[in-house]
C-alpha cells in the first residue's frame, strides 16, 4: 500500500482542505514556523509531559520567545496586532499533538485582547501588564466559572462591595486555566457588583493581583486531558482593590466580556481541528506499518473507510474554524459561525479520537501514543467555552427559537 502521510505525528494534515481563499502568505509561513516549533521542541516531550500532568515553563518560555503570546497585543504593547486566523493557525498546529501547551496559548490569547478591550482608555495600565503578557512572562487568567456551574454565565455568586474608594472582593472561582503558573500574575474576575434585578445580579470585570492578600490559588486539578496545562480553583476571601481595578461599568461586565469574546469560541474550533489532524497522521502511520491477515491494516476497505471518516471531520472542523475567523478578520457578524464551528468541530474531534483510537487495538489505550492522548484531550472540548449544548441553544436562538 503507498500512501502520502506526513510520517511523523506533527504538522497538520489537511486531507486536501488546504482553503486556499482563506489565508494570505504571511499566515503560511507562520502556520510552517510554528509547525517546526512543534516537530522540534513540542512534539518531543509531549507524551511525558502528559503522562507526569507537568506543566512546563521552559517549553511556554520558547513559545513566548516564538511570539505566540502576544499575537493578539497591539503593537505599541509589544505583541503583533495580528489577526484571528493567525491565532487560530498557532493552535491548530500546536493542538496536532499536545493540546496543553495550545490551551495554554488560547486562554493567555483571550485574556491580553480582553484587557486591551477592557482597558481601552487606559494606555499607563496597558503599558504596565501587556509587554509582559505578550512575552509570557505574565499571565492573565480568567475567572468566570464558580463552583455552582459555568453554563449559566450571568448567575455570578462571587461578589465586590464598594467600600470607601476600594472594591472587597468575595466568593470562589473554579476551573481557571494558567492561574497557577510561574508567570500568573492577574486573574480578571467576573464579580457580582449590587443585588439581582430580574432575577440576575449586575456583573463587573476586576483585575485583580493574583498575590493579593485574601487570594488563595487552591491545588491544581487532577485532570483526565489537558494534563500538561494549569488549572486551578481560587478563593478570594474579603480581598481588597482599588477602584481602578474596575474594568468595566457596574451591570455591564456580561456584555463587555462575554459578547467580546464570541470570537474566543473560534481558536477552540482550531484546535479540535488540530486534534483531529493529529488523529488522522497517527492513524495513517499506524494503518501502514501494522498488519493483520496478511495485510496492512489500510488495506483492509473497514479499515480504509473509517480513515476516510477521521480526514472528513477534520477538514469538516478546519473548514467551520476558518470560515468563522475569516467573517471576523473581515468584520462581518459570527455569533451564529462561531457557535456551529465550535459545536461540529469539537464533537468531530471526539469522533475522530475515538474512531483513532478503535483503530490502534490496545495500543489505542496506553499512554504513551498520541492518539491515546487526543483521545484524553477531546474530551473538554465539546466542555470549555461553553459546551455543546449551550452552542446549540445559541444557534437555535439565532434561529428565531425562544430557548
Ligand atoms: C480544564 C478546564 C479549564 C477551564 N478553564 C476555565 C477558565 O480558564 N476560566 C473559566 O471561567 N472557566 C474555565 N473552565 C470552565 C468551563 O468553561 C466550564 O466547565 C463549562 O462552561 C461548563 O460549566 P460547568 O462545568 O459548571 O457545567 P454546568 O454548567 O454545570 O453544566 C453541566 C451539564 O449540563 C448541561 N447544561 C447546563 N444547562 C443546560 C441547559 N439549559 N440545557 C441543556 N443542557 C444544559 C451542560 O451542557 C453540561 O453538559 C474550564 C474547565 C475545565 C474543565
Known amino acids: 500500500m503507498t500512501t502520502t502521510a506526513n510520517p511523523t505525528t506533527a504538522g497538520t494534515l489537511t486531507g486536501g482542505y488546504d482553503l486556499p481563499w482563506a489565508f494570505d502568505p504571511e499566515h503560511l509561513q507562520w502556520r510552517d514556523t510554528v509547525r517546526r516549533f512543534v516537530a522540534d521542541r513540542v512534539e518531543p516531550g509531549a507524551a511525558r509531559r502528559?503522562?507526569?500532568?507537568?506543566?512546563?515553563?521552559?517549553?511556554?518560555?520558547?513559545?513566548?520567545?516564538?511570539?505566540?503570546?502576544?499575537?493578539?497585543?497591539?503593537?505599541?504593547?509589544?505583541?503583533?496586532?495580528?489577526?484571528?486566523?493567525?491565532?487560530?493557525?498557532?493552535?491548530?498546529?500546536?493542538?496536532?499533538?499536545?493540546?496543553?501547551?495550545?490551551?495554554?496559548?488560547?486562554?493567555?490569547?483571550?485574556?491580553?485582547?480582553?484587557?486591551?478591550?477592557?482597558?481601552?482608555g487606559r494606555p499607563e495600565l496597558l503599558r504596565e501588564i501587556l509587554?509582559?503578557?505578550?512575552?509570557?512572562?505574565?499571565?492573565?487568567?480568567?475567572?468566570?466559572?464558580?463552583?455552582?456551574g459555568g453554563s449559566d454565565a450571568g448567575n455570578i455568586a462571587t461578589t465586590a462591595r464598594r467600600d470607601g474608594d476600594d472594591w472587597v472582593v468575595n466568593g470562589a472561582k473554579q476551573f481557571i486555566t494558567n492561574s497557577g503558573t510561574p508567570f500568573s500574575k492577574y486573574v480578571i474576575l467576573m464579580c457580582a457588583v449590587g443585588d439581582n434585578r430580574n432575577g440576575r445580579p449586575p456583573v463587573s470585570a476586576?483585575?485583580?493581583?493574583?498575590?493579593?492578600?485574601?487570594?488563595?490559588?487552591?491545588?491544581?486539578?487532577?485532570?483526565?486531558?489537558?494534563?500538561?496545562?494549569?488549572?486551578?480553583?481560587?478563593?478570594?476571601?474579603?480581598?481588597?482593590?482599588?477602584?481602578?481595578?474596575?474594568?468595566?461599568?457596574?451591570?455591564?461586565?456580561?456584555?463587555?466580556?462575554?459578547?467580546?469574546?464570541?470570537?474566543?469560541?473560534?481558536?477552540?474550533?482550531?484546535?479540535?481541528?488540530?486534534?483531529?489532524?493529529?488523529?488522522?497522521?497517527?492513524?495513517?502511520?499506524?494503518?501502514?506499518?501494522?498488519?493483520?491477515?496478511?495485510?496492512?491494516?489500510?488495506?483492509?476497505?473497514?479499515?480504509?473507510?473509517?480513515?476516510?471518516?477521521?480526514?472528513?471531520?477534520?477538514?469538516?472542523?478546519?473548514?467551520?474554524?476558518y470560515d468563522g475567523a475569516w467573517k471576523y478578520d473581515h468584520g462581518m457578524p459570527i455569533k451564529e459561525a462561531a457557535a456551529t464551528a465550535k459545536l461540529v468541530a469539537s464533537e468531530a474531534a471526539n469522533k475522530a479520537a475515538y474512531i483513532a483510537t478503535q483503530l490502534q487495538g490496545g495500543y489505542g489505550f496506553v499512554e504513551e501514543t498520541a492518539t491515546t492522548r487526543h483521545y484524553q484531550d477531546a474530551r473538554i472540548l465539546t466542555v470549555g467555552e461553553g459546551t455543546s449544548e449551550v452552542q446549540r441553544m445559541l444557534i437555535a436562538r439565532s434561529l428565531g427559537l425562544s430557548v
Open 206 to 321: 476586576f483585575l485583580v493581583p493574583l498575590d493579593a492578600p485574601g487570594v488563595t490559588v487552591g491545588g491544581g486539578y487532577p485532570k483526565l486531558g489537558w494534563r500538561s496545562s494549569d488549572t486551578h480553583p481560587l478563593f478570594f476571601d474579603d480581598v481588597r482593590v482599588p477602584a481602578d481595578a474596575l474594568l468595566s461599568e457596574p451591570g455591564r461586565g456580561y456584555r463587555d466580556v462575554l459578547e467580546f469574546l464570541t470570537w474566543a469560541r473560534l481558536p477552540i474550533a482550531a484546535m479540535s481541528a488540530g486534534l483531529a489532524s493529529g488523529c488522522l497522521s497517527d492513524t495513517m502511520r499506524f494503518v501502514e506499518e501494522r498488519a493483520s491477515f496478511g495485510r496492512p491494516l489500510g488495506a483492509h476497505q473497514g479499515v480504509a473507510f473509517q480513515v476516510a471518516d477521521v480526514a472528513a471531520l477534520a477538514a469538516t472542523a478546519r473548514t467551520l474554524t
Open 50 to 120: 502528559s503522562i507526569d500532568s507537568r506543566f512546563d515553563p521552559e517549553l511556554v518560555r520558547q513559545a513566548g520567545e516564538l511570539g505566540m503570546f502576544g499575537l493578539l497585543v497591539d503593537p505599541e504593547y509589544g505583541g503583533a496586532g495580528a489577526d484571528l486566523r493567525t491565532l487560530c493557525l498557532a493552535v491548530e498546529e500546536l493542538a496536532t499533538v499536545d493540546s496543553s501547551l495550545a490551551v495554554t496559548v488560547h486562554v493567555q490569547s483571550i485574556c491580553a485582547s480582553l484587557l486591551q478591550h477592557l482597558a481601552k
Open 131 to 148: 509587554p509582559g503578557a505578550a512575552t509570557g512572562e505574565t499571565f492573565i487568567s480568567i475567572g468566570l466559572t464558580e463552583p455552582s
